[in-house]
């Protein structure tokens, strides 16, 4: 009976291994060629376009000091207003407000405080001249792992799920078969 338990164990090992291997992509990766980007507004770098002539190119905050540093990049010399205004739930409150202006065709960093769980919303003279007032937030979320998630992760994670499942279900199976569990129920 040990001989047919082992057999039947390896079979659903083997069915559980040969899909993510039989998944796998054989195609090669034909070779792709850049092309060289202008320092303005359509740099691919940036993370935001404050207005045309200004990108906000890095962004990073220490959570232990509580200062938020943003890097932008001008091909004019210019100012930028920055404003941190804290997520509450309260009806009134306050704001910080700093403006500095921007070297042109330099990066600047530019560092503000501003508390945990807040946007800090950033301006030009020409983005006000736009109507537009852009911002970004101190923290990113408390997520353990983060996205975007491409088609292949989603794949990966319900094959790992179904590994789980199917490999939790033969153990019951193996142990309450071999009669190590005496107070199970026996499966027919």
């Known amino acids: 009976m040990n001989h047919k338990h082992t057999l039947v164990l390896a079979v659903l090992l083997g069915l559980l291994v040969a899909p993510p291997v039989a998944a796998q992509s054989t195609e090669t990766p034909t070779p ?3 092309t060289p980007t202008p320092s303005s507004s359509t740099n691919a770098t940036s993370i935001l376009a404050v207005d045309e002539y200004t990108n906000l190119v890095d962004k990073s905050y220490d959570r232990n000091s509580g200062v938020l540093t943003l890097t932008f990049e001008a091909d004019r010399y210019a100012p930028i207003s920055l404003l941190v205004v804290e997520d509450t739930d309260a009806s009134t409150g306050s704001a910080t407000f700093r403006e500095q202006y921007l070297q042109p065709n330099q990066r600047t960093e530019v560092r503000i405080e501003a508390p945990p769980n807040s946007r800090v919303w950033i301006s030009t003279d020409l983005s006000q001249q736009n109507g537009q007032i852009h911002f970004v937030k101190t923290s990113e979320g408390s997520a353990l792992i983060g996205g975007p998630w491409t088609a292949a ?13 199917a490999l939790m279900v033969l153990y019951r199976l193996v142990r309450e078969r071999s ?6 129920e026996r499966v027919a």
């Open 153 to 165: 992760d989603v794949r990966d994670a319900g094959l790992a799920s179904a590994a789980g499942v």
């Open 179 to 184: 009669a190590v569990d005496k107070t199970g």
């Open 32 to 34: 792709t060629t850049a």
